[in-house]
């Protein structure tokens, strides 16, 4: 969730660099939402996504403290507040460095809380890292065991 127009450019292309199987397929879909009730519409299926799939959680959430509207960490109350997305890793990447935003991303329970570097090329590296750890070696419940608890 990202509503910059630059960074979002920045993201695509870093996570596009590291994006890519042996047989040209792509390890993963990234989808964009601009604004915090673009983000809880998009997860809860409502609004114009209301014909997204039910059970297509992402694997991941990247969400910028700083959203116009609904703010990011309100975005993440909202979303640790549903069953379905308890255990999607959240990483918060964000221009902030304030305390107060670092304490309560974690307190409401985001895995990660990473500050954009202003270097491009750090903050190319930083995504790639990012894909790396959280959407190809990270082990998260398989959705399955998670649907048989509910």
């Known amino acids: 969730m990202e509503d910059n127009p630059d960074d979002i450019e920045l993201a695509l292309l870093g996570f596009s660099r590291n994006n890519r199987q042996e047989n040209g397929s792509h390890y993963y879909v990234i989808e964009v939402a601009r604004n915090g009730e673009e983000a809880l519409d998009f997860l809860f299926a409502r609004g114009k996504f209301s ?7 992402p694997n991941l959430i990247l969400l910028d403290v700083n959203l116009p ?9 909202e979303i640790r507040s549903h069953r379905s997305y308890q255990h999607t890793p959240v990483v918060i990447l964000t221009t902030s460095d304030e305390t107060s935003d670092i304490i309560e991303g974690y307190n409401l329970g985001v895995n990660s809380y990473l500050q954009k570097p202003v270097s491009f090329n750090a903050f190319v590296e930083l995504l790639q890292q990012i894909g790396q750890y959280w959407l190809k070696n990270n082990i998260t419940p398989p959705k399955s065991a998670l649907s048989a608890l509910r």
């Open 69 to 77: 509207g609904i703010s990011g960490l309100e975005v993440l109350q």
């Open 51 to 57: 014909d997204r799939p039910v059970g297509s959680n």
